[in-house]
């Protein structure tokens, strides 16, 4: 999962390299029975390694060790079978080191302890002093129970019991009515409740005899550990490149068997500039779901390189958007994708401005959030960038929004020229195909039946009519009082828009049928595009202009008619304000 992370957050560009993994693929793809098996033995060797890089690996990661180089050679004979250049190459690359192998089996028992203090660890015959000194422990309790028999015959006393424990070494062991039968050489040591326990030269110097030795053995065991790992980090590289090489082959396992089990296709990588999806699909969103995800197809060339995307709120822009970018990367990590067919050309970078959240900690709002992503795409991304950019100025007024995002949209189509999905809801940035070169629209579809919503989410030519906010508003169960409410102030808006439309200004459409009314004769000078609620060059040729447009005369305030006027009269010294040709 590491090296799969790595993947991800570093695609390639190299075709060349992707290719050998698609070849790669297609050969696992048909090879799948025992891998992951094999793969699950060797375990997480790069881990292992790591500490043992620098000394601290414990007895069980050297088991694992071990277990690891016993199952790398079965999986190189595997993949030496196979014809895929890529998987040769794996092969050649899974060197095991027999000799490292060898002393791993010497030195360490089969199923060693947690730890290195808890003993058991180094195996017998490893060294003769350790066996020595283990023997000697082990031979303790044998010992222990030919003293406490001794004890008993010249003592007497045939309850007589010798025992151990951490605190107070070994005892002779004596009921409390026994006590003054003890021997006069036995040295009271604990007194107990019910018993008291004694020492005596004889005990004291086996204690020392034993616990020496196991202290010993101890220290030793530690000792010959230490130089154990020492030893094995001669065959570190060796093993460094195994465990990379065994990494690699259980990514392209996976993605081989996934590829497999979700119906993807291996991308086409081509020269021509441009990103091409037959039946895409997102790969998240398509196996939470319950029901048949909706594929949707996708053509970026030299001829269209923007889709300006609209369509009603939870109709898919979104998640149509982020599955292109999700192809993308796995097209450029050496995976296949979910799409019945996808060609894709060179590309240098992804860029998203999507979702909305602010900064709290570093003091930004949502909207500067928004426009510092923005600024970044607008100074980075390239003619060979993928650019996805989703409701840009939304965070702000609708002008001011609508301007940001006509402006952003502009630069990026004339400008950059980048591969762009523009989500919005501001229709009028619709125009924006009518104008710019190599822009197009699309739209999610959805339909209103008999007073509920139906989402199609299938990506259709053409600008969305409305963006059925009240209807999804009411989906989310907002009180009806409150659609009630806001329907009332829509149709009020629609009529206001209406009477600025007939007067020849422009106001941005609410509904499909606000952006159907008659506009009423044309005022000379004004183009259709005006009179329609569409915002662009050829709607709009001065700032004078659209500041008037934006104004709502019913509303201005005296001081605010005045105030407009003398910012109007400011700006005419350096505007040319002649309209149309």
């Not at 050297?62 to 079978?81: G, H, I, N, V």
């Not at 018993?195 to 053995?217: D, M």
Request: hydrophobic content about 40%; overall charge negative; charged content about 30%.
């Amino acid at each position: 999962s590491r090296l799969l992370r790595r993947w991800i957050h570093r695609p390639l560009r190299s075709h060349e390299v992707l290719r050998l993994r698609y070849q790669a693929l297609e050969e696992l793809r048909g090879e799948q029975d025992g891998w992951r098996e094999s793969i699950r033995e060797v375990g997480d060797l790069e881990r292992v390694l790591a500490r043992l890089a620098i000394r601290t690996a414990r007895p069980r990661d050297l088991e694992q060790l071990r277990s690891a180089l016993k199952s790398a050679p079965p999986m190189r004979e595997r993949l030496t079978a196979l014809d895929a250049p890529l998987l040769q190459a794996l092969a050649e690359r899974m060197e095991t080191s027999p000799d490292g192998l060898r002393l791993l089996a010497e030195a360490l028992v089969e199923h060693p302890a947690p730890r290195i203090r808890d003993g058991e660890v180094i195996a017998a015959g490893y060294s003769a002093e350790l066996d020595e000194l283990r023997e000697v422990s082990s031979n303790a309790d044998a010992a222990l129970q030919d003293l406490e028999k001794e004890e008993r015959e010249s003592s007497g006393i045939a309850n007589l019991k010798l025992g151990y424990n951490r605190v107070h070494g070994y005892y002779i062991e004596l009921r409390r009515s026994q006590a003054d039968e003890a021997p006069e050489h036995y040295v009271r040591r604990q007194t107990l409740k019910h018993s008291e326990r004694y020492i005596t030269p004889e005990l004291k110097r086996f204690e020392h005899r034993v616990l020496g030795a196991r202290e010993r053995a101890q220290e030793l065991e530690v000792r010959l550990y230490e130089e154990l790992l020492e030893k094995l980090s001669r065959w570190l590289a060796v093993w460094q490149d195994l465990a990379a090489a065994v990494a690699e082959t259980d990514v392209l396992v996976n993605l081989a068997a996934r590829s497999l089990e979700l119906g993807y296709a291996r991308p086409e990588l081509v020269d021509r500039p441009g990103i091409r999806l037959r039946a895409s699909r997102h790969p998240v969103v398509e196996r939470a779901l319950d029901s048949e995800f909706i594929a949707n197809d996708l053509a970026l060339d030299d001829d269209t390189r923007m889709l300006i995307v609209t369509g009603p709120n939870m109709g898919g822009k979104s998640t149509y958007m982020r599955q292109v970018a999700l192809i993308v990367i796995l097209a450029h990590i050496g995976s296949f994708v979910p799409a019945a067919e996808a060609e894709i050309g060179p590309l240098d970078r992804i860029f998203t401005r999507i979702g909305a959240g602010d900064d709290l900690a570093g003091g930004r709002s949502t909207f500067m959030v928004e426009m510092t992503e923005t600024a970044s795409i607008l100074h980075n991304a390239t003619g060979q960038s993928l650019v996805l950019m989703d409701e840009v100025g939304r965070g702000t007024s609708t002008y001011d929004g609508l301007s940001l995002a006509w402006a952003a949209a502009g630069y990026i189509a004339e400008r950059l020229r980048s591969f762009t999905l523009f989500a919005t809801h501001y229709f009028e940035l619709t125009a924006l195909a009518e104008t710019a070169a190599a822009c197009a629209n699309v739209h999610l579809d959805a339909v209103e039946h008999a007073g509920t919503l139906v989402f199609l989410y299938s990506v259709r030519d053409g600008p969305a009519d409305r963006s059925y906010g009240l209807q999804v508003a009411a989906l989310a169960g907002v009180p009806r009082q409150v659609i009630a409410s806001a329907r009332g102030m829509l149709e009020d808006l629609e009529q206001r828009s209406g009477r600025l439309i007939e007067r020849g200004q422009a106001q941005l459409p609410l509904t499909l049928d606000s952006g159907r009314q008659s506009a009423g004769p044309a005022r000379e000078g004004v183009p259709p595009s005006a009179k329609t609620g569409r915002l662009g060059p050829k709607a709009i040729h001065s700032r004078a202009e659209q500041m008037l447009a934006a104004v709502d005369p019913e509303r201005l305030s005296p001081r605010e008619a005045l105030e407009l006027l003398f910012e109007l009269k400011a700006r005419s010294g350096g505007e040319d304000d002649r309209t149309g040709d």
